[in-house]
């Protein structure tokens, strides 16, 4: 576990990490948009500009419960719980549009946008935990 910093700290270390990623994961995709071009471009660069792409946002997600680990075990708690709900929903979605797929239901489906959802997702249950849960 991550050494305990006070939540100031930890916040500051946390958006210290997290803006320079953002523009990291900006920059790749718009110099991916002019450089790649899906008709032309060999397999490889077209590759190496999507594990490219990812990279920033695995970082971010591991950033975020780097943060939980940083602050102090209520807020720890509250994070933790909004991560774990935001993951059951996130996979159910997964498994019954995978279903839909299996039975010819639906078409298939950008898998990337799986990734938004659940940030959306965690983002509204830790807004609904701040609104309408239990305060100490």
């Known amino acids: 576990m991550a050494h305990q ?3 100031n700290a930890a916040k500051k270390r946390y958006q210290r990490l997290y803006w320079p990623a953002v523009a990291a994961y900006v920059a790749i ?5 002019v450089i790649v071009n899906k008709d032309t471009s060999p397999v490889w660069l077209t590759a190496t500009f999507s594990v490219l792409t990812a990279a ?4 971010m997600m591991w950033l975020m419960l780097r943060h939980s ?3 102090d075990e209520y807020t720890r708690l509250r994070q933790l719980k909004a991560f774990a709900r935001s993951a059951c929903i996130t996979l159910s979605a997964i498994w019954v549009v995978g ?11 950008n898998v990337f946008w799986f990734g938004p959802f659940f940030l959306l ?3 509204l249950n830790y807004c ?3 609104l309408f849960g239990k305060t100490v």
């Open 5 to 7: 910093l006070g939540f």
């Open 29 to 33: 995709c718009l110099g991916g948009a």
């Open 56 to 59: 920033p946002l695995v970082f």
């Open 69 to 71: 680990e940083e602050t």
């Open 99 to 109: 279903s839909f797929q299996l039975w010819d239901v639906v078409p298939g489906v």
């Open 121 to 123: 997702v965690y983002g």
């Open 128 to 130: 609904a935990d701040n």
